[in-house]
């Protein structure tokens, strides 16, 4: 047999969170943002659920080229751009569009042959200090691309918040501010938000808002979970209890002996390791659940396997169905024990999962 572990992907979950997206986007347009195999979901599927999207942003090419292999037919947007003069006539046979962030991109198009017109979006730095250009040369940057033949006069301009999941700090509506001034007096699409931003910033909804995380239920914002905005969750991960064994009191519990009994009890032994993509970095407390009920994982996460306390689930049996995220369990709750944000656990799903569908 092979493995328990599985996440099963919920078609409507993601449907409706694209929905729900839309409500709060305020008449703003949507950019699906499907980087990462859509957050761990699975880029075709997600992508599929996704039909009503205005937009997908993906992080390379081969994200683009998988979508259209898909038959999507939506614009697509590189959110990096191109990396080399080659992507240039990639993004042609593609039908791509690239962020333009750096210099050296808007060299490579001035020095291509190919007149067609590509159309980009320009990325300014607002504050976030990764990707973009610094306020001081991005109208140089656009006067720049409005003066090559072969780009689409109708430059979109784009930022990206690196705080907007923090609903009273200064850095939102200072880059913004930093964003409105840049650009002032320019015609153009402009897109700004990001998830956090979508629920904690509608001044910056903009033309377009770009949420990823939110389609998939998830939220980023400290303490809430995407329930409570209105989100589900699109993945439950799953697997099953293998063991129950009666382990005495002051006995030590897995490597490193890290975790001991404090009375005789039962340790239940689960098919899901951090080989699945489980966080070894889950402390002992974090919530599994089984039977009903919500328990604490207890010692280390092993490569295959993990071991939970069982006192609070005396109705749990080998072979019962244990979840490890998911609807009643959300994911950002296992992130916070896991010093981490929701996306790095579905993203981090590895390859011997076995990934199922519903339309729940
Ligand atoms: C990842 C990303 C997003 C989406 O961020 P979420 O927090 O998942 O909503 C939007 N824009 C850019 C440029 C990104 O890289």
Redesign the pocket.
């Known amino acids: 047999m092979s493995r328990a572990t599985s996440a099963t992907i919920h078609l409507g979950a993601l449907r409706d969170n694209l929905a729900r997206a839309r409500e709060l986007g305020g008449g703003a347009r949507i950019?699906a943002?499907v980087?990462a195999d859509g957050?761990g979901h699975g880029l075709e599927r997600v992508a599929r659920a996704f039909a009503a999207a205005d937009a997908f942003?993906v992080?390379c090419i081969a994200d683009g080229q998988r979508l259209r292999a898909a038959g999507v037919r939506q614009r697509i947007v590189v959110?990096s751009g191109i990396d080399e003069p080659a992507d240039i006539a990639e993004m042609h046979r593609l039908d791509l569009e690239s962020?333009v962030h750096h210099a050296a991109q808007i060299d490579w198009l001035a020095a291509d042959r190919d007149r067609r017109p590509l159309r980009v979006w320009l990325?300014l730095d607002s504050g976030m200090h990764r990707?973009g250009f610094a306020p001081s040369h991005a109208r140089k940057a656009y006067e720049r691309l409005r003066s090559l033949p072969n780009v689409d006069p109708a430059i979109a301009l784009?930022t990206?918040f690196a705080n907007s999941?923090v609903f009273d700090d200064a850095q939102t509506p200072a880059q913004a501010g930093v964003f409105d001034a840049t650009f002032a007096g320019i015609d153009g699409e402009r897109t700004l938000a990001?998830?956090?931003?979508?629920l904690g910033w509608r001044d910056a909804r903009a033309d377009w808002i770009?949420?990823?995380?939110?389609?998939y239920g998830?939220s980023?914002v400290a303490g809430r979970v995407g329930a409570d905005f209105g989100f589900r969750p699109a993945m439950t991960f799953a697997s099953k209890l293998v063991a129950i064994n009666r382990i005495a009191k002051g006995e030590a519990i897995g490597y490193a002996a890290t975790w001991r009994c404090p009375e005789d009890m039962d340790i239940g032994v689960v098919q899901v390791g951090y080989g699945d993509g489980y966080p070894r970095s889950a402390a002992a407390g974090t919530p599994v659940r089984v039977a009903g009920v919500d328990v604490p994982l207890v010692g280390r996460v092993s490569m295959d396997l993990i071991t939970i306390d069982l006192r609070t689930a005396p109705g749990a049996r080998v072979g019962d169905r244990v979840v490890l995220w998911g609807d009643a369990l959300p994911v950002e709750r296992i992130a916070a024990h896991a010093g981490t944000i929701g996306?790095e656990l579905t993203c981090g799903m590895t390859r011997r999962v076995r990934f199922l569908e519903d339309e729940r």
């Open positions: 950019m943002v980087k957050y942003g992080a959110l962020a990325k990707l784009m990206h999941d990001n998830s956090a931003a979508v770009r949420p990823g995380g939110l389609l998830i980023v996306y």
